[in-house]
């Protein structure tokens, strides 16, 4: 019976905001495609990006709360940080219509969420 206990995960509220801010990434990649080829594709597009750069924000606070009362390391602090210098720079890119910087700058966002959820 202690073994069925210490197998089951439990999951931070720093890996949850990373799963989501992953998964929004994504769904914003999927949203450009459909912002490409439908008439709709562009609210859904401005909408996840309001939703992303939540999500980046969100991030940010979970890994504030991870580190100062939790006492945790302030690597995912700074990670946090740039990511969201990172999304500030890709909605300012995109509102300024600029998709051969908006588009690879989505990629990279992406690897490095993926990346900072499996090093979670």
């Known amino acids: 019976m202690a073994t069925q206990a210490t197998a089951r995960r439990r999951f931070s509220f720093l890996q949850i905001a990373i799963a989501l801010q992953t998964l929004t990434i994504f769904l914003q990649a999927v949203s450009a495609g459909?912002?490409?080829?439908?008439s709709y594709g562009e609210a859904l597009h401005s909408a996840g990006a309001r939703v992303m750069y939540g999500a980046a924000m969100l991030y940010l606070l979970a890994a504030v709360?991870?580190?100062?009362?939790?006492?945790?390391?302030?690597r995912p602090v700074w990670h946090?940080?740039?990511?969201?210098?990172?999304?500030?720079?890709?909605?300012?890119?995109?509102?300024?219509?600029?998709?051969?910087?908006?588009?690879?700058?989505?990629v990279l966002m992406f690897g490095l969420s993926v990346l900072a959820l499996a090093r979670r």
Request: proline share 10%.
């Open 34 to 38: 459909l912002l490409l080829t439908s």
């Open 65 to 74: 709360l991870a580190w100062k009362p939790g006492g945790g390391p302030s």
């Open 80 to 106: 946090a940080s740039g990511f969201l210098v990172l999304a500030s720079a890709q909605v300012l890119l995109g509102i300024a219509h600029v998709p051969s910087v908006h588009l690879p700058l989505g």
